[in-house]
């Protein structure tokens, strides 16, 4: 395990990003969620409570106390959920790791990224207000982009459940949770090393290529999500 000193701040806050309900639950748009759902069950963390406007879990990190948070809010209004809880918990934005999906990498591929802009995503727009700096650590999910069939525009495909195999849409979530494991033991510069060694979207391509026949879409069969199911807000605040 690197020594976190080196790597900054070590992680005291984890934030997956998505919308509230099972309407949601099984969409692009929430597959942070998913992963800090599936660590939560890793790190024997799976008991939430609401509190932030949102749903945690606390944890022992790799470097101490470690909280997880899904926002119970809409995705345009995260930042009201994830700014106050990183206020509570006395955590500096360095210290909050947030988890989301990215129509900018091809399905499949796992990136991470310290700072930057919201290259459009409403959830990381809304933290960046929360938080008052884009000066935050992120695990990025690649969910790729509407093929030139799809009847909609960018909000409708985020918005729209996932068209790939269920064992496809698993080995994207364990790659996310792989990565933030990383990512909070070892920092994110070590992360990005590591998952960055490979070319982009390589890793879904060898799992389409093993494939010898469909296993069907994923439809939501597993565990039910662990946000309410309270979907009644505008498209606005959806996407």
Known sequence: MADAAAEGPPVRLVVGLGNPGLRYARTRHNAGQRVVEELAMRMGASR???RYAGLIAEARGPHGPL???IPSTFMNESGGCVGPAAGSLHASPEQVLVVHD???LPFGTVRGKCGGGHGGHNGLKSIIRGLGTAD???VR????RP???FRGDEADWVLSAFDESV???TALVADGVAMT???MADGMEAAIARFHARPSGERSRQRHERSISPTGADTGDGPPPTVGDSATDSREGEG
Not at 141 to 144: A, I
């Open 48 to 50: 939430f409570t609401a």
């Open 67 to 69: 909280t997880l948070l």
């Open 102 to 104: 990215d129509i900018d």
């Open 136 to 138: 935050f650590p992120r």
């Open 141 to 144: 999910l690649g969910v790729g």
């Open 147 to 149: 093929p030139p069939a």
């Open 167 to 169: 064992s496809d849409v």
């Open 181 to 183: 494991e990383v990512a």
